[in-house]
């Protein structure tokens, strides 16, 4: 098994769990950024009372919408990603070890290299995965009825009747792809696609930050001269932290923006909360929101995309040291049982 595969295999096995402990996180956050409601925005609940609202109001389920695409997006993109980035990786280290040949470097990827390497990982990956997120925001901005009104009067049989008939089916994944079709055809899949394509300078800053300070960390411990240079699973939890951390507080408003692009369009009403494209939401952002908009839930975003990063980093590791351990054991297996005949 090649290393880029084992890579990519523990990355989208770490992702799926980090995204299964922060998604709540996740759809709260999303719907921060997509909210457009002045009403709504002067009362500024918090995090935990948005989550309690969604549970109160629609129930447990919809802070998992979207959860199924979101899972295999999440797969797809991690492996997708650390695929790609290992194979450029590998292409830069031994481009690293030419140039030392020639007098040029120490024979390690310097920084620039490893943003490169990281951006076209990820517009590989922008590319290819772009139509699940939209379902994915969709089914996270998705709103049921309201139950409250039952629960602040009592309501009388014709209202009871109307209320079940006009009750809409569960939003599921068939749901988000007919109704992004509808509005905008196969496009429609592609909406967000610019700011996501330079927000690949998130996982970029976020890798290179990490790939830094992890090879800081080595040579540190090459220096102490302990023998191991390996990294423990909760070292690999808090370099991850900090890297996601210094990488969000960068790209944040681009995440805005694509939210607010794929995102269900009103067409009719206030266009306010119409967007042509990338450059009309910036525009409209900046004139009936100002600068605060950008950074519509950047509290809970910065708490959900550590954790997950964090948690990420520390099980791919852990997964490729076990993957590694276990291909070892069985060719040292097999050589034991040639060398015994």
Not at 139 to 154: A, C, D, F, N, W
Request: charged share 20%; aromatic share 8%.
């Amino acid at each position: 098994m090649s290393d880029a595969l084992i890579n990519g295999l523990a990355g989208a096995g770490g992702g799926i769990i980090a995204q299964l402990i922060t998604y709540p996180l996740q759809t709260v956050n999303t719907r921060q950024q997509t909210e457009r409601d002045l009403k709504k925005e002067k009362r500024k609940l918090g995090t935990v009372d948005q989550m309690c609202q969604v549970v109160k109001e629609e129930g447990w389920g919809r802070l998992y919408g979207g959860l199924t695409p979101s899972l295999a997006g999440t797969a797809a993109s991690q492996g997708v990603y650390y695929y790609f980035y290992q194979i450029f990786r590998n292409k830069a280290e031994a481009a690293a070890l030419e140039q030392m040949k020639l007098g040029i470097g120490d024979g390690s990827v310097g920084m620039l290299s490893s943003l490169v390497v990281a951006a076209l990982s990820g517009c590989v990956n922008v590319l290819l995965t772009n139509p699940i997120w939209v379902i994915v925001t969709r089914m996270q901005t998705h709103t049921k009825i309201s139950k409250s009104l039952s629960e602040t009067r009592p309501i009388t049989s014709d209202e009871a009747i109307l209320t079940a008939a006009t009750e809409p089916p569960p939003f599921g994944t068939t749901h988000a792809i007919q109704e992004v079709y509808g509005e905008a055809g196969v496009l429609g899949f592609w909406r967000g696609v610019f700011p996501t394509l330079i927000m690949v300078s998130n996982p970029s800053i976020q890798f290179m930050l990490y790939e830094t300070m992890l090879k800081k960390l080595r040579k540190r411990r090459d220096l102490s001269k302990q023998g191991n240079n390996g990294i423990t699973a909760l070292e690999a939890f808090l370099l991850g932290a900090v890297a996601k951390l210094g990488a969000t507080v960068v790209t944040y408003p681009l995440l805005v923006v694509k939210a607010r692009l794929q995102a269900k369009q009103v067409a009719t009403g206030d266009r306010r909360h119409h967007y042509k494209g990338t450059l009309d939401a910036i525009l409209k952002m900046i004139r009936y929101e100002g600068f605060y908009g950008f950074y519509k839930g950047m509290s809970t975003k910065i708490v959900q995309s550590v954790l997950a990063a964090a948690v990420l980093f520390m099980v791919k590791e852990e997964l490729v040291k076990g993957a590694r351990f276990l291909l070892t054991s069985k060719a040292t297996k097999k050589l034991k049982s040639k060398a015994s005949l």
